[in-house]
């Protein structure tokens, strides 16, 4: 039998975030459900459906970096390099300064995460039904002095373990300081109903999150995958991150699924509705009966830096707290 892995993740597909993203380096990538590409958080479960739990899982950020922050600090040096150049005044070498980067490698750097599940029974030829939520939300840490003490209870606060960024987090309403930066927040939600008698499925699928950056989710089993979800960002880092959101990012409910015996993806499913609550409008990915490389490529086949007007909000600080969908109502 073939145990499940469940992928959520995080990027930008952009080189940068742009200046509403105070010009930090994306993944530079398009939409894909390959294990191991660049993503800002990854997050994956490991789902053995004889056992009845999760067996595995893993959730991590990817190196960080500033793509403009280094180059304006060095500016004023060079410039007077290149003034003390070719006159009678003795020559001046300013140091440069360092990448404003992290690598993420202090335990206390990692994404916070939890995962809730509830399995029933497996039986050879009956029913069995999953359901699975997983959280995280990751602070960006790529500034410098963030690896010192005082620099890491700044940009995360001393309970950047614990603490959330949204307001009357604590049961008596004051807020634990949890740092300069906000958190990168992604809630999302599988549910399976296996009918091995009939070798179908059934799947439903809801994120929600901060809207910001893109995300992804797939499921691999028997190392076939099936796309769940790709979203186009909404908002940008400095608008949309803070305040803790939990706005509609995804949503999919897949019919007729085939599914072996050995649990393994078959070849065709019926979309019911695979909808990404992206930037100015509802985008319906895919519809009806389809074979299940189909909706793969109908998820994959999205420019995922978004269309003109996206790439424009990428710049302007205009939080997005709705989707924009009143604009259409």
Not at 19 to 28: I, K, T
Not at 139 to 151: R, V
Not at 262 to 276: I, K, P, R, Y
Not at 315 to 325: A, D, K, T, V
């Amino acid at each position: 039998m073939s145990n499940i892995f469940f992928h959520t993740r995080s990027f930008h597909p952009d080189a940068n975030f742009g200046a509403g993203g105070l010009g930090f380096e994306g993944d530079d990538r398009d939409f894909s459900f390959a294990t191991g590409d660049s993503s800002r958080i990854f997050h994956w479960v490991e789902i053995d459906l004889q056992a009845g739990q999760v067996v595995g899982l893993d959730c991590d950020s990817y190196p960080s970096a500033n793509a403009i922050a280094h180059r304006v600090l060095n500016a004023p040096g060079d410039a007077v390099e290149v003034i003390t150049q070719n006159t009678p005044l003795p020559d001046i070498t300013v140091p440069d300064a360092p990448p404003m980067a992290n690598d993420y490698s202090e335990p206390r750097k990692k994404p916070r995460h939890e995962e809730h599940y509830s399995i029933t029974a497996y039986t050879e030829d009956g029913d069995q039904t999953a359901n699975i939520t997983i959280k995280y939300a990751g602070k960006n840490f790529a500034f410098y002095f963030a690896d010192t003490d005082i620099g890491h209870d700044i940009l995360g606060g001393p309970n950047s373990n614990e603490a959330r960024d949204d307001v009357g987090s604590a049961d008596d309403g004051w807020i634990p300081y949890n740092g300069v930066v906000p958190d990168l927040d992604v809630t999302n939600q599988l549910f399976l109903h296996l009918d091995r008698a009939n070798g179908k499925a059934q799947v439903q699928m809801t994120m929600t999150g901060d809207g910001f950056p893109n995300a992804e989710s797939f499921i691999i089993a028997g190392g076939d995958t099936l796309g769940l979800a790709t979203h186009i960002r909404t908002g940008t880092a400095i608008t949309q991150l803070p305040g803790g959101r939990a706005i509609r990012m995804c949503m999919t409910q897949l019919s007729d699924v085939d599914w072996t015996a050995q649990d393994t993806l078959g070849s065709n499913l019926t979309a019911n509705a695979v909808f990404d609550y992206m930037s100015f409008s509802t985008t319906e990915v895919a519809e009806g009966e389809m074979s299940r490389v189909a909706l793969n490529r109908a998820h994959l086949g999205r420019a995922a830096t978004g269309n003109l007007l996206r790439n424009i909000q990428d710049h302007l600080p205009i939080p997005s707290p709705r989707n924009y969908e009143w604009l259409w109502e």
